[in-house]
């Protein structure tokens, strides 16, 4: 399935895969991935057959045990991307500087050095640049700089209600890259626009409306698919469905007849929590649980992850329909992080949750992709240009 002359992408801490998708929309081919956790190896190994997708501890490898282990082989890489655990810096919690995983961030910067990519991107919780974080981001910014790459500066924070996510999510990305080659940009804010040339942000009804009709099938509270028609989508919704163009895409084609459409298992609430999510508000916050009950003509709050097993295995608080008394399901979720609907997660609702609020929205990564894609396609005159100027 991978296509030839494509520029070549390994993710680190790659989870379910959303920074993955998002390269891969943006043109590159993805030929290694790595995550320790193994449900999230095995959830990016069933999206990207063609990726080499590793369970391993970062920390435990080299740059050679990751070509020798995968696809990689002697090839040189355009771009290595990751987005290294980010629980301790995160606004929404404890922000504990000494949580260790926070010096995951090293291990991408050591990574790098070995592999001598083109450019490299890394990708965070804007949290990383706040407070008792600075040091550590300064720390990473410094061993990038060492290991020979120019950083793209300033550093700006990047929101990806601004990119067509329906979803407020702000994220840190680290632009690197070799300083004989082209510099990337950050992308500028990219709404989605109509056939009428209007800019046009997607709404949490642009989302999921065409998914409301699903409460009417009682197996779906006992099964994760759906076999069958959707309702009316909107334009974003259609080309989640894969059934109008977006071109800017460029991901490679899944076969995905007869496979039904996943994650759509709901919740099973007690009748105390129904009447109380029903007596929510749009736009508020359910007073006992803390969960927000979603708007439709606004964008959803930020989804997040929870912590896994070794971190106490906490659920994190999750959206409310904005018109059905239950929380979202994971594909409602997806949608809102801007997958695709032949993108499959864990089935059970726990795991697939927590795959989703761990992902980059693909559609804002897809941007950042842009942007790489596009020095690497001038690195031809770049390279002439630098070349005339010595």
């Known amino acids: 399935m991978n296509q030839k002359n494509r520029p070549l992408a390994v993710d680190l801490f790659c989870g379910a895969g959303g920074l993955s998708l998002g390269f891969e929309q943006a043109g590159f081919n ?42 990689v082989d002697n090839r040189e890489i355009d771009v290595v991307i990751g987005g ?13 500087k000494d949580d260790p995983r926070n010096f995951l961030l090293y291990e991408f910067a050591r990574i790098v050095e070995e592999l001598q990519p083109k450019y490299c991107v890394m990708e965070n919780v804007e949290g990383l640049t706040k407070g008792k974080a600075r040091p550590i981001f300064f720390s990473l910014l410094n061993r990038l700089k060492i290991a020979g790459y120019a950083i793209v500066e300033p550093i700006p924070i990047l929101n990806a209600k601004d990119y067509g ?45 065409d998914l409301y009709f699903l409460d009417s099938y009682d ?11 959707l309702g009316v ?38 009748k105390e929590t129904v009447r109380r999510f029903d007596s929510t508000m749009p736009g508020s916050y359910e007073p006992i649980s803390k969960f927000y009950r979603l708007t439709k003509n606004g964008v ?21 329909h904005p018109l059905a008394p239950r929380c979202i399901t994971v594909r409602e979720a997806a949608r809102l992080q801007a997958f695709p609907d032949w993108f499959n997660f864990h089935p059970t609702i726990w795991h697939g949750f927590r795959q989703v ?22 690195t031809g005159n770049g390279l002439k240009h630098i070349m005339e100027a010595a």
């Open 300 to 320: 959803s709050n930020v989804l997040r992850a929870g912590t896994g097993r070794s971190h106490g295995g906490y659920t994190a608080p999750r959206p409310i």
């Open 84 to 96: 290294p655990p980010c629980q301790g810096f995160s606004m929404i919690g404890k922000r504990q």
């Open 219 to 229: 197996e779906l509270t006992r099964e994760d698919t759906y076999n069958g028609t």
């Open 165 to 209: 996510v329906p979803q407020r999510r702000k994220r840190v990305f680290v632009l690197g890259y070799k300083p004989t080659l082209p510099s990337p940009s950050y992308p500028l804010m990219s709404p989605d626009v109509t056939t009428q040339n209007e800019i046009f942000y997607p709404t949490v009804w642009d989302a999921i409306s």
């Open 30 to 71: 993805i030929v290694a991935a790595i995550d320790q956790d193994p449900i999230h190896a095995q959830t990016h190994q069933n999206n990207f057959p063609d990726c080499r997708t590793l369970t391993k501890d970062v920390t435990e490898l080299s740059g050679d045990e990751i070509r020798n282990e995968s696809d």
């Open 357 to 378: 609020g761990n992902s980059v929205p693909p559609l804002l990564a897809r941007w950042v992709g842009l942007s790489i894609k596009k020095a690497i396609d001038k």
């Open 233 to 270: 989508g909107s334009k974003y919704s259609e080309r989640l469905r894969g059934e109008i163009n977006d071109p800017n895409d460029h991901s490679l084609k899944r076969d995905t007849i007869g496979k039904g459409l996943t994650g759509c298992r709901r919740s099973l609430h007690t």
